[in-house]
């Protein structure tokens, strides 16, 4: 796969802040996945239909799955803990741990207590960001926001989501869909005298007219989407935070190096990249060994372009998602993370 340019840090145009304050970056990036997996094939044998099928409506081959007694909020704190020591940030010193889920263990508590308690945070305040699919995208703005007001230093944010504990495996227009993944990212104070690792500013948007086209009732507990009605519109909604978000850090697309978009469904994927003009080498698309793991989506894309040489220091990078709500949102950072 051909590498992104990234121009010289001296020669780009600066990234607008996200607050004329202090700015807030992202430090390092962990995940943590299930080993378990289940297949296309094995769907395909359960539905009467062909591997095929299924992979040109979803572009999905496997999905990780998490074990029947496996606990979100042990690998939750296994993705913050990874996440912490690439950083080189101790938990004690954490202000904040913020969890973006929709699947938490229990109705309550809330996963990201549980979590500071396991890592051994014990001075930050803890909560869970419940926005679906936008839920990471949320958690960024809001722990972004209390570090440029100076409420907060330092920041852990998870993505965690076990889908496939709401997956209704009757359902062959939905059940291939989902995964189970978790994902974290450290937040502090930009330090390198720059933009380097800068978060810019995040768009957020939301229309409950939709509500009802990704829903899961507490009597039931099973996914239910309108699967055209969410191609349409998270197509559409997408493509305009994509321009809005790029606008708002004083960018254009041909200045973003990486666009990491909610993995949905790969021909949600492709089809913005299309409507957009990207090149494909651009845009992150991980979705066909991991599956749609919701709020994990984001944080995992990027630990995957990490891994595989596009995501380096100074690369500009376009993230955005959409879910149920209707929920969307889209945001631009330059990354710093961390050595190794």
Same mark, same amino acid.
């Given at each position: 796969?051909?590498?992104?340019?990234?121009?010289?840090?001296?020669?780009?145009?600066?990234?607008?802040?996200?607050?004329?304050?202090?700015?807030?970056?992202? +430090?390092?990036?962990?995940?943590? @996945?299930?080993?378990?997996?289940?297949?296309?094939?094995?769907?395909?044998?359960?539905?009467?239909?062909?591997?095929?099928?299924?992979?040109?409506?979803?572009?999905?081959?496997?999905?990780?799955?998490?074990?029947?007694?496996?606990?979100?909020?042990?690998?939750?704190?296994?993705?913050?803990?990874?996440?912490?020591?690439?950083?080189?940030?101790?938990?004690?010193?954490?202000?904040?741990?913020?969890?973006?889920?929709?699947?938490? #263990?229990?109705?309550?508590?809330?996963?990201?207590?549980?979590? =500071? *308690? $396991?890592?051994?945070?014990?001075? $930050?305040?803890?909560?869970?960001?419940?926005?679906?699919?936008?839920?990471?995208?949320? !958690?960024?703005?809001?722990?972004?926001?209390?570090?440029?007001?100076?409420?907060?230093?330092?920041? +852990?944010?998870?993505?965690?989501?076990?889908?496939?504990?709401?997956?209704?495996?009757?359902?062959?227009?939905?059940?291939?869909?989902? =995964?189970?993944?978790?994902?974290?990212?450290?937040?502090?104070?930009?330090?390198?005298?720059?933009?380097?690792?800068?978060? !810019?500013?995040?768009? @957020?948007?939301?229309?409950?007219? *939709?509500?009802?086209?990704?829903?899961?009732? *507490?009597?039931?507990?099973?996914?239910? +989407?309108?699967?055209?009605?969410?191609?349409?519109?998270?197509?559409?909604?997408?493509?305009?935070?994509?321009?809005?978000?790029?606008?708002?850090?004083?960018?254009?697309? #041909?200045?973003? #190096?990486?666009?990491?978009?909610?993995?949905?469904?790969?021909?949600?994927?492709?089809? +913005? !990249?299309?409507?957009?003009?990207?090149?494909?080498?651009?845009?992150?698309?991980?979705?066909?060994?991991?599956?749609?793991?919701?709020?994990?989506? @984001?944080?995992? $894309?990027?630990?995957?372009?990490?891994?595989? !040489?596009?995501?380096?220091?100074?690369?500009?990078?376009?993230?955005?998602?959409?879910?149920?709500?209707?929920?969307?949102?889209?945001?631009?950072?330059?990354?710093?993370?961390? #050595?190794?």
């Amino acid at each position: 796969m051909p590498e992104p340019v990234v121009a010289p840090v001296s020669a780009r145009r600066p990234l607008a802040p996200g607050h004329v304050g202090r700015t807030a970056a992202v +430090l390092s990036v962990a995940a943590e @996945l299930p080993e378990g997996r289940l297949t296309t094939s094995e769907l395909a044998e359960r539905f009467g239909l062909t591997e095929e099928w299924i992979m040109s409506r979803t572009g999905i081959r496997e999905r990780r799955r998490a074990g029947e007694h496996e606990r979100l909020s042990d690998y939750a704190t296994r993705a913050g803990g990874a996440a912490l020591a690439r950083a080189g940030v101790p938990a004690a010193e954490l202000d904040l741990v913020i969890v973006a889920t929709m699947t938490q #263990d229990e109705l309550t508590p809330n996963t990201a207590p549980i979590v =500071a *308690h $396991a890592l051994g945070a014990r001075r $930050a305040g803890a909560f869970d960001v419940g926005a679906a699919c936008t839920a990471f995208l949320t !958690g960024l703005a809001v722990g972004a926001s209390q570090i440029e007001s100076g409420r907060a230093d330092l920041v +852990l944010l998870i993505g965690a989501d076990f889908v496939t504990r709401i997956t209704d495996y009757e359902d062959r227009r939905s059940a291939p869909l989902f =995964a189970d993944g978790t994902g974290a990212v450290v937040l502090g104070v930009e330090a390198h005298g720059g933009d380097r690792g800068a978060i !810019g500013p995040i768009v @957020l948007g939301a229309d409950g007219a *939709h509500a009802d086209s990704i829903i899961a009732t *507490h009597e039931e507990r099973k996914l239910r +989407l309108d699967g055209p009605e969410v191609f349409r519109n998270a197509v559409a909604r997408m493509r305009e935070v994509t321009e809005e978000a790029v606008a708002a850090a004083g960018l254009e697309l #041909d200045d973003i #190096d990486l666009f990491v978009y909610h993995q949905a469904n790969a021909r949600i994927t492709k089809a +913005l !990249g299309e409507r957009l003009g990207l090149p494909t080498e651009r845009v992150v698309d991980c979705i066909e060994t991991l599956g749609n793991s919701s709020a994990a989506t @984001l944080p995992v $894309a990027l630990a995957v372009a990490e891994q595989d !040489g596009r995501l380096r220091a100074g690369t500009r990078v376009l993230l955005s998602a959409f879910g149920a709500g209707f929920t969307w949102g889209g945001g631009v950072i330059e990354w710093g993370g961390c #050595d190794g």
